[in-house]
């Protein structure tokens, strides 16, 4: 437990780590039930690196990285649907609009996470929406012989922007839940 930054302090004082930005209750609780339905009806495939198949569905719009063969392209625009939440996650983390160039959808059963990792180099901001069940964002450093580790909560509906340290010197993971979760993950390019 005492790796988790206080109660609250990471959303309302001193981000936990630089470049961290989040906001509760980003979409209203019908907002999310739609986001769900239009995520769920989109064509999602599990995400496949080398032999491992992750439990986690996944589909991306605007510009997709596929981590088989490491071939970053220009894929289906954002579609209509999702448009005005993505003006409104460029708005929350000051960017211009039309900037959040990739859209990702994730679909997390229950029983998936996703492992330790920074997102790849070619994007810059990373700015996600929650939906579903809550969950907990790990990040760690390394820092010579351990891990620098802190405990970030998710919580459903919010939106989080990674930034700056948090987005480039921190590793962050996030532990399988019991329950679906899903999220949508916005990224602007370098
Ligand atoms: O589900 C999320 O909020 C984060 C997903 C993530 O870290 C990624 O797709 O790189
Ligand atoms: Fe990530």
């Not at 690196?49 to 392209?73: E, N, P």
């Not at 000051?94 to 059963?109: K, P, T």
Request: charged share 25%; aromatic share 12%; net charge positive.
């Amino acid at each position: 437990m005492f790796a988790h930054s206080p109660p609250g302090d990471d959303l309302f004082g001193q981000p936990p780590i630089s470049g961290l930005r989040q906001e509760e209750e980003f979409v209203s609780l019908q907002e999310e039930r739609a986001l769900i339905d239009r995520i769920n009806a989109s064509k999602l495939s599990p995400f496949r690196f080398q032999q491992w198949t992750g439990k986690r569905l996944t589909h991306s719009y605007g510009w997709s990285y596929d981590f088989q063969t490491g071939k970053f392209a220009p894929t289906d625009p954002v579609p209509e649907w999702l448009r005005p939440l993505r003006a409104r996650a460029e708005c929350f983390a000051g960017l211009a609009r039309g900037e959040l160039v990739q859209a990702l959808l994730i679909r997390y059963d229950p029983g998936a996470g996703i492992g330790w990792h920074r997102d790849r180099p070619v994007f810059r901001d990373v700015v996600g929406i929650s939906l579903g069940e809550a969950a907990t964002m790990r990040f760690r450093q390394r820092n010579r012989d351990h891990f620098k580790r802190v405990n970030v909560p998710l919580p459903p509906r919010g939106i989080y922007h990674l930034s700056g340290e948090v987005r480039h010197e921190w590793e962050h993971s996030i532990a399988e839940m019991p329950a679906p979760r899903w999220s949508i993950t916005f990224r602007s390019l370098v």
